[in-house]
């Protein structure tokens, strides 16, 4: 079992982060609930580990984590992830915080030109690590928790450090360190804002009429109320594809099946919130759309096909040469301002010219 400090009060974390602070780099790891056993999405814990040393932060009963959040925003420190994304937008809407200097392993692994990405996989591969999956899907807010899942929560980053140096080193033998260094620095520029679902984001819901979306949306505003009401995630009182049936056909709320009960208590709402999206049916906005002109969608294409050839010659995604953003920005504006300096080299090593 591996072992670690478990820090849960103030003093314990104001004393390992004056470690922290003698750490060149620091592992890094979030164990979140994230709508899947409650309402919301918030960390429960924070796992750090050195090369010799591994600490479990226990955010849910600290809940002032300030030493830490400086530790993360300090440059002088290298912190290493695998995939920043949704911790970087977790920790952006807690705690206001936007952690610098940051490695990602699943970018380096990506700028190798690897298929599986997974930490797990990434683990086994490197150092025959079976990634345990029995607390995938855990509870994370429970208290007390066992040693067994502190311990499973901490194997994520105690290998981290380690995982970062093979990376570094075969992307040194492809020469593609910088590349990786200009995506990670990129984070701290980078947009994480924590977004959650709205009554557009369901699928197939744009297909309704907009006296059925009307009535979906105050099916799935109100839905929202009652699951931060009892404190579980919006699935576990009505789930999508029934609030979809329901703004067609609504039911009889006080016997609808399949549902939260606090949905059959509520009946007198649902049914006021049925005939308040009837009377106020929602039209979606059509987006204005940008015609390129003939020349600029050959432009299009010759760059479409520049970016397969490079994307075959460096074994990578095509997306991650130019993504087609860039290539529609780079066609309007005849500049390739917009790509990072990596991308650039290689275009210009191409030949390819406007």
């Not at 994370?140 to 040693?147: D, G, V």
């Not at 906005?285 to 490079?310: D, G, I």
Request: charged content about 30%; hydrophobic content about 40%.
């Amino acid at each position: 079992m591996t072992s670690f400090d478990y820090i849960d009060t103030y003093e314990g974390l104001t004393e390992a982060a004056a470690e922290w602070k003698q750490a060149s780099e620091l592992a890094v790891d979030l164990e979140c609930e994230n709508n899947l056993h409650h309402y919301g999405a918030y960390i429960s814990l924070i796992q750090i580990s050195t090369k010799d040393k591994n600490w479990v932060i226990d955010v849910l009963k600290l809940e002032e984590i300030k030493p830490l959040l400086e530790i993360l925003e300090d440059a002088s420190i290298q912190k290493i992830f695998h995939d920043v994304s949704f911790d970087f937008r977790i920790l952006q809407d807690q705690f206001s915080c936007h952690p610098s200097n940051v490695f990602d392993t699943q970018i380096a692994a990506l700028f190798l030109g690897k298929e599986h990405l997974g930490l797990g996989d990434l683990l086994k591969e490197y150092f025959g690590v079976e990634k345990e999956s029995k607390y995938q899907m855990a509870d994370w807010t429970k208290r007390p928790l066992n040693t067994e899942m502190l311990s499973y929560a901490v194997k994520d980053t105690v290998h981290l450090i380690s995982l970062r140096d093979i990376l570094l080193k075969e992307l040194r033998q492809k020469e593609r360190v910088s590349w990786v260094e200009e995506e990670c620095a990129a984070f701290e520029e980078a947009d994480f804002t924590y977004k959650t679902q709205t009554f557009l984001d369901v699928r197939g819901v744009r297909m309704f009429t907009p006296e059925q979306l009307g009535v979906f949306r105050e099916l799935f505003l109100f839905r929202e109320q009652l699951a931060k009401k009892v404190n579980r995630p919006v699935h576990f009182v009505i789930r999508n594809e029934q609030l979809k049936q329901f703004s067609h056909h609504p039911p009889d709320w006080e016997k609808v099946k399949g549902v939260h009960p606090i949905v059959r208590s509520q009946a007198v709402l649902f049914n006021k919130a049925v005939e308040m999206g009837k009377k106020e049916p929602f039209f979606i906005p059509v987006p204005e759309k940008k015609r390129l002109t003939q020349h600029q969608k050959e432009q299009l294409e010759k760059l479409s096909e520049l970016q397969q050839t490079l994307a075959q010659k460096t074994g990578l995604k095509a997306h991650l040469i130019m993504n087609k953003e860039q290539m529609i920005k780079i066609v309007l504006s005849g500049r390739f301002d917009c790509l990072r300096m990596w991308q650039r080299k290689l275009v210009e090593e191409s030949g390819f010219k406007l």
